[in-house]
């Protein structure tokens, strides 16, 4: 978009013109494919009266389609929006034009450095220092974070805070610790198995942390290819709740980030704001908790 495009963008509306009977909201996305987005959206949508709104869902993919989604709901009447980012170090002119026109928006699961907006996030650098306390208590000396997205990101640079500053708090030397960022889950197993064994053999990891539920699920099917079990021979464990066909739901211990109450509460912050038309920014960090299963386990010397 150009950099004079801003000038000719409509006035934010106070309300739907296409249905007087509704309001009409939005959730923007990167995806509603995994458990973990399907239980936020239900979240968001537990906020609003269905006699009076109308939600609409979309999946953004990319900046680029974001960037357009958010143009969209301005040129269409959109009362408000609740976003779940995407992860980039830098936000859109769509994004500042919003806040400069105190439009109803909440973020969620992502807040954006810079941008001061309503969100509701999860305690990340938390959920790191739960991750990394749990293994080194099973005797785990060495560990890899393994995360789909880049690490000056703000999500997972938050997590691996929390990590290294759990690390520094029991004496483990940062070197212990392998940050692999920017892991693409679409390659072929065959890709990664020997940087993999590398890791297992050469540097002696014997704990994994997935920073997303769908790594976590790759991760495993690749061990699996190597001949690999979790939790016998890698002890295995994510940020959000894996699914994986070969295995009961109740497999992974993970890191639960509440995905449901936190699009409720997200929902519930818009609502107020197009209500009462009352701009005032509301900020809201869940505290994680740690779910022990079965997929890690006490290191056998």
């Known amino acids: 978009m150009p950099a004079s495009a801003s000038a000719q963008l409509p006035a934010v509306p106070e309300g739907s013109t296409s249905d007087t009977a509704f309001t009409e909201i939005a959730c923007i996305l990167p995806s509603i494919s995994d458990q973990f987005s399907l239980s936020m959206v239900n979240g968001i949508l537990s906020a609003f009266p269905m006699d009076s709104y109308i939600c609409h869902l979309f999946q953004s993919f990319n ?26 170090p830098f936000f859109s ?9 105190k439009y109803p928006l909440v973020l969620i ?12 996030i999860g305690d990340n650098k938390t959920g790191g220092a739960l991750c990394l306390r749990h293994l080194h208590t099973l005797g785990h000396q060495r560990f890899c974070f393994v995360s789909s997205a880049r690490r000056n990101t703000f999500t997972v640079r938050s997590r691996i805070d929390g990590i290294l500053q759990e690390a520094e708090a029991r004496n483990i030397p940062e070197s212990s610790i392998t940050i692999w960022d920017f892991f693409n889950k679409h390659q072929p197993y065959v890709h990664y198995q020997k940087q993999m064994m590398k890791l297992i053999r050469e540097e002696r990891i014997t704990a994994f942390i997935a920073a997303e539920s769908t790594t976590c699920a790759y991760l495993y099917s690749l061990f699996a290819t190597m001949n690999l079990r979790v939790p016998e021979d890698i002890s295995l464990m994510s940020f959000d709740k894996p699914l994986v066909e070969s295995q009961r739901p109740d497999f992974f211990t993970h890191i639960s980030q509440s995905e449901y109450l936190m699009g409720k509460e997200a929902g519930t912050i818009l609502k107020h704001q197009i209500e009462t038309r009352d701009p005032q920014v509301t900020h809201r960090v869940m505290s994680p908790l740690l779910e022990v299963r079965k997929s890690t386990r006490a290191i056998v010397l």
């Open 63 to 88: 900046p680029s389609l974001e960037n357009r989604l958010l143009q969209k709901c301005i040129d269409t009447g959109i009362s408000g929006i609740v976003l779940f980012p995407q992860d980039q």
């Open 93 to 101: 002119e769509q994004l500042l034009y919003l806040l400069l026109q």
């Open 109 to 120: 699961d992502r807040n954006l450095p810079r941008l001061d907006t309503s969100y509701v």
